[in-house]
């Protein structure tokens, strides 16, 4: 089945870029009407959805993180990944990928997150 | 966005209690609700989508209703492997957003 796993730096500086990539294992990224989503959860606190890119590229970004937030994919490496510029302290967090299923419903399509990486935790510290 | 308002917060119940966990949407959402399990240190895990449907390898104890804009999550006979934080999520609109989880803890 379809897995997915985070890489990326642990430690990023104030004002730095931080850089995740997602790779996908038992699936391509490019079949089925799936996207693909970044997930973030600081120490102790909730869930909160970054943004996705769908296989042609086109993405949705949350509009509080739009300004400082890109998410690409690259088929050719069954990957995405996800930039996040200007970071302070409060990007501090654990990142998640996951994938982004859904069936038609009503003339729209119902979406769930299944399934996830086990998650990287990125800290913003000098 | 679409605010998600989980209640309670925290509880603490037995093996063998019946649990309700409820979410409010702040708007009409239908039924694009979905419910996760998150354990301490663990990818949360997808228990229940479009508001009633069981993902596959989920015990049947896990059930979900919707009354308007209300979601509940029902476990019939908490298990020790439960203790956990749920999550509601909505997928109408754009940015997604969850609620702030509740946790279920040992009585």
């Known amino acids: 089945q379809v897995q997915l796993q985070e890489s990326g730096p642990g430690l990023v500086k104030p004002s730095q870029t931080l850089s995740l990539t997602c790779t996908v294992s038992?699936?391509?990224?490019?079949?089925?009407?799936?996207?693909w989503i970044w997930i973030r959860q600081p120490a102790g606190k909730g869930l909160e959805w970054i943004g996705r890119?769908?296989?042609?590229?086109?993405?949705n970004y949350n509009p509080s993180l739009k300004s400082r937030v890109t998410i690409s994919v690259d088929t050719s490496k069954n990957q995405f990944s996800l930039k996040l510029s200007s970071v302070t302290a409060a990007d501090t967090a654990v990142y998640y990928c996951?994938?982004?299923?859904?069936?038609?419903?009503?003339?729209?399509?119902?979406?769930?997150?299944?399934?996830w990486g086990q998650g990287t935790l990125v800290t913003v510290s000098s | 966005d679409i605010q998600m308002t989980q209640s309670p917060s925290s509880l603490s119940a037995s093996v063998g209690d019946r649990v309700t966990i409820t979410c409010r949407a702040s708007?009409?959402?239908?039924?694009?609700l979905n419910w996760y399990q998150q354990k301490p240190g663990k990818a949360p895990k997808l228990l229940i989508y479009a508001a009633s449907s069981l993902q596959g390898g989920v015990p049947s104890r896990f059930s979900g209703s919707e009354s308007g804009t209300d979601f509940t999550l029902t476990i019939s006979s908490l298990q020790p492997e439960d203790f956990a934080t749920y999550y509601c999520?909505?997928?109408?609109?754009?940015?997604?957003?969850f609620g702030q989880g509740t946790k279920v803890e040992i009585k």
């Open positions: 038992g699936g391509s990224i490019s079949s089925g009407s799936y996207y």
């Open positions: 708007q009409s959402i239908s039924s694009y």
């Open positions: 996951a994938r982004s299923v859904g069936d038609y419903y009503d003339s729209s399509v119902r979406r769930w997150f299944d399934p």
């Open positions: 999520q909505q997928s109408y609109s754009i940015p997604r957003t």
């Open positions: 890119i769908y296989t042609t590229g086109s993405t």
